[in-house]
């Protein structure tokens, strides 16, 4: 149980193209899921939290307009990067929620999706 | 803000040998997780610990939270190289819903 999937696994883009990652929780419905970004050889870097029906909460230093995530069923979230430069190249990891013991909060994450902009 | 601080960075030891990765902070978590992760791909979740001087064990794997419950150990005996990769630990903060990772423990288990 507690699966999560991703899409693409990884993806090649020319600058100023916009690219949509999905997030999927399997087995299991998620009311929050998180986006990360990882930069090679280092941690996770929290970007946003994914609410169902509600918006998006950025975390300091992330552009809202340029990371649009959308939570539209309790297992699916999309990060879309908009208009995409070679900076924005790295590895997008998802994850979703799951709720067992009050105040335990256990995170199942995606594979991950490596975005290249050229 | 809180930090976790995982020692050591790096860590290359011989197949057989034991080791301990350490996670510290000096704000309280109300639950902490460890994961591991392989070149590519996601973490995947080793172990959840909730309850001050808990220990769980997962094969080889010791885990245990401080009775403070602001830091953590992984103890693994006997490292096998299907051991190798990155060990992140992440702390809940009480009444979040969000992890703060530490910065990874990078193991090499070499045959």
């Known amino acids: 149980g507690a699966v999560v999937s991703q899409h693409p696994s990884w993806v090649i883009c020319k600058s100023g193209t916009s690219v949509k990652i999905e997030c999927r929780s399997l087995d299991f419905q998620a009311t929050t899921m998180f986006w990360y970004r990882q930069f090679p050889k280092q941690s996770l870097m929290l970007m946003a939290t994914s609410n169902e029906g509600s918006k998006a909460t950025y975390e300091q230093g992330v552009e809202k307009d340029k990371f649009l995530i959308n939570h539209a069923s309790l297992t699916l979230s999309t990060l879309t990067v908009t208009s995409a430069h070679p900076e924005d190249s790295s590895f997008y990891i998802c994850s979703a929620r799951a709720n067992g013991v009050a105040g335990q909060e256990t995170q199942y994450f995606g594979p991950g999706t490596r975005l290249l902009v050229l | 803000t809180q930090l976790l601080e995982q020692s050591p960075q790096f860590l290359s030891i011989q197949e057989g040998e034991n080791l301990t990765v350490y996670c510290n902070s000096s704000s309280v978590f109300s639950s902490l997780q460890w994961y591991r992760q392989e070149p590519g791909e996601g973490p995947v979740l080793l172990v959840t610990v909730v309850t001050g001087g808990e220990v769980k064990k997962l094969k080889r794997l010791t885990f245990q939270f401080g009775d403070a419950r602001k830091d953590s150990s992984l103890h693994i005996t006997a490292a096998q190289p299907g051991d190798t990769g990155l060990y992140l630990c992440?702390?809940?903060?009480?009444?979040?819903?969000?992890?703060?990772f530490g910065s990874g423990t990078r193991l090499l288990v070499r045959p």
């Open positions: 992440a702390g809940a903060n009480p009444g979040s819903y969000k992890l703060i």
